[in-house]
């Protein structure tokens, strides 16, 4: 046997070592055992020229490692022969009959699999798949593990770093959590812990967005795991103007589930013009009284902080009205 032969079975028995260990089981079944039946989901739009070598690649992986597995791609309504091309890789189709979007491409997907345990990955071939069985590994501690494009081999484009790095700094301040990757398109979740959050998850490219700023707010565990990102193949289907979308979808989201984190730097900057423009009013100028814009601007911020506390009050109290449909894994070991 070569080294590379070596190689690859030494790596398969250490995946196969961490997820045999034991733990708590769910309905009956004993966790490790299900934690090895997984659902791929691929959603592909005119990928002809990269799916069939990621299915392979997925399948081969996930057969060596001894993971049950099903491999479902979506066709999102490809002017190519993506979804042929996928049939003949040995993958079941879903094709919707005109393009809808990333987001509705994996929904119907989701709703579409067979196994609780989802793995989505890209069909441009960017994505490391030989990880996938790391991350299944990771999902015995955690809700969702995500595949954070913080490796040493990363092929973002230049251009996106800007923007991808404001936002990051955004969702990091309205969830309280820090996330080496907001919007990575590789990662693990529980069926049901995603399905509970479909009326808000948005059918484009803000999916992964905004799941992983709903299970961080929701107080999930989520776990990130260091992968490459390699040059993908054919055209990006991301343009300029998502990251203004982004944006707003991060406000929205922040209004759902903590609005005080929007409203409260609102109030502070009423706050601080009508204590300055006070100072100014009362000690440089000489006037006797408080000018109008300095008082309309702390009432202004007053009902903005009003408004905020009361958006808060509803936020949480739906919360707990509704709850959360998926447990979490810290409450099925009883830490919760």
Request: with cysteine; glycine share 6%; hydrophobic share 45%.
């Amino acid at each position: 046997m070569d080294a590379e032969s070596q190689t690859l079975e030494e790596w398969t028995d250490t995946v196969e070592q961490r997820l045999a260990i034991p733990r708590d089981g769910v309905n009956g079944i004993p966790v490790a055992a299900a934690a090895k039946r997984i659902s791929v989901i691929i959603p592909a739009y005119n990928e002809e020229h990269a799916v069939d070598k990621v299915i392979r690649h997925i399948g081969y992986v996930l057969s060596e490692a001894r993971i049950e597995h099903e491999i479902v791609v979506v066709d999102d309504g490809s002017a190519d022969t993506t979804a042929r091309v996928a049939e003949q890789a040995g993958a079941t189709v879903l094709r919707h009959s005109c393009n809808r979007g990333y987001g509705a491409s994996l929904k119907t997907g989701i709703l579409a699999a067979k196994y609780d345990t989802i793995c989505i990955t890209d069909a441009d071939g960017t994505y490391p798949a030989e990880r996938i069985p790391e991350l299944l590994a990771e999902m015995k501690t955690a809700d969702m593990v995500v595949g954070a494009r913080t490796g040493p081999s990363v092929a973002i484009p230049l251009v996106r770093k800007p923007a991808k790095w404001v936002l990051n700094k955004l969702a990091n301040y309205v969830t309280q959590a820090k996330i080496p990757d907001l919007n990575s398109g590789l990662r693990l979740f529980h069926r049901d812990a995603a399905m509970q959050y479909f009326h808000i998850l948005s059918d484009q490219f803000s999916f992964t967005t905004t799941i992983t700023m709903a299970m961080l707010c929701d107080k999930y565990a989520v776990t990130y795991v260091p992968i490459d990102y390699k040059k993908r193949t054919g055209k990006s289907k991301i343009v300029p103007w998502d990251a203004a979308n982004f944006t707003m979808l991060i406000l929205r989201v922040a209004m759902l589930f903590k609005p005080l984190r929007v409203f409260l730097p609102c109030v502070l900057v009423c706050f601080l013009y009508a204590t300055v423009k006070t100072f100014v009013d009362l000690f440089i100028t000489g006037d006797r009284m408080i000018s109008t814009t300095a008082a309309v601007s702390a009432l202004g911020g007053l009902q903005i902080l009003l408004i905020g506390m009361l958006g808060e009050g509803i936020a949480t109290r739906l919360k707990y009205m509704g709850g959360t449909r998926y447990p979490g894994v810290l409450s099925r070991r009883g830490y919760r």
